[in-house]
């Protein structure tokens, strides 16, 4: 495997804050911009036009910056796939308008050009912000890509976590909640366990994952909301 960088990739951007040591138990409230993030991003798990139209119109409402949807839809098509990702771009643009030019980026924003020339960059960025994410489990996490599939470790790396994840425009903590809201949402426990986990790794206290579980209650079935809380239960329980 080729030696790769450890840069930190977009994690604290803008100043914001990233909550004390992984795990912390101090009471931080989500605030009402991501909260409506976190909905959104349930929504987009869900795939339903109607759902995610109200969420959009509720984000703008909560002063949710474009920039952020912008992200959270690029990121989606990691999470739900491009057919759920490309019908909610559809509906974002009907609810925020069309871009202003070809090279806008997102929202007006000046989002990161997708030059295929900077894919060193996105391999160095990329193991930076998964390993941020996964934490001591990071290796393990290289050693089963490897195992499932010779091509998966670049695919993870460069292209979700480097090309994508680890853009800049929303902070890695958030992003992690959204994913967890996603993945909740999905239904997909082991991929969850390791976003709960995540989302402590980048920064997020047990409360406000708390809250994302308690934000998104509505949009699980009991079963799915049974197998969240046990992951959760089961994240607390273990030394990060």
């Not at 909550?19 to 409230?29: I, N, Q, V």
């Not at 909610?88 to 000046?110: C, H, I, Y």
Request: charged letters at 25%.
């Amino acid at each position: 495997m080729r030696e790769r960088g450890s840069g930190t990739g977009n994690m604290g951007e803008g100043g914001l804050p990233r909550g004390d040591a992984p795990g912390s138990d101090e009471r931080d409230a989500l605030d009402p911009a991501t909260t409506a993030l976190v909905r959104v991003a349930a929504a987009l798990a869900e795939g339903k036009v109607a759902v995610l139209r109200d969420r959009f119109v509720a984000a703008r409402t909560a002063r949710v910056p474009d920039r952020w949807i912008e992200e959270l839809l690029l990121q989606s098509l990691l999470v739900v796939g491009y057919p759920l990702a490309l019908v909610a771009f559809g509906v974002w643009r009907e609810v925020q308008g069309p871009l202003s030019g070809p090279s806008d980026g997102g929202g007006g924003g000046g989002g990161e050009e997708l030059a295929h020339e900077d894919w060193q960059s996105w391999a160095t960025r990329g193991s930076a912000v998964c390993a941020a994410v996964y934490g001591r489990a990071y290796h393990k996490l290289l050693l089963n890509l490897r195992a499932l599939h010779p091509a998966l470790e670049d695919l993870v790396l460069v292209d979700a976590y480097g090309k994508v994840i680890g853009r800049p425009g929303l902070d890695l903590k958030r992003r992690e909640l959204c994913t967890v809201a996603a993945i909740a949402v999905l239904g997909a426990a082991q991929q969850l366990h390791s976003h709960l986990r995540g989302s402590l790794n980048t920064g997020a206290t047990r409360a406000e994952v708390e809250e994302v579980l308690a934000v998104i209650d509505g949009d699980l079935d009991a079963e799915r909301r049974r197998s969240a809380h046990e992951q959760w239960d089961d994240v607390k329980e273990r030394n990060l």
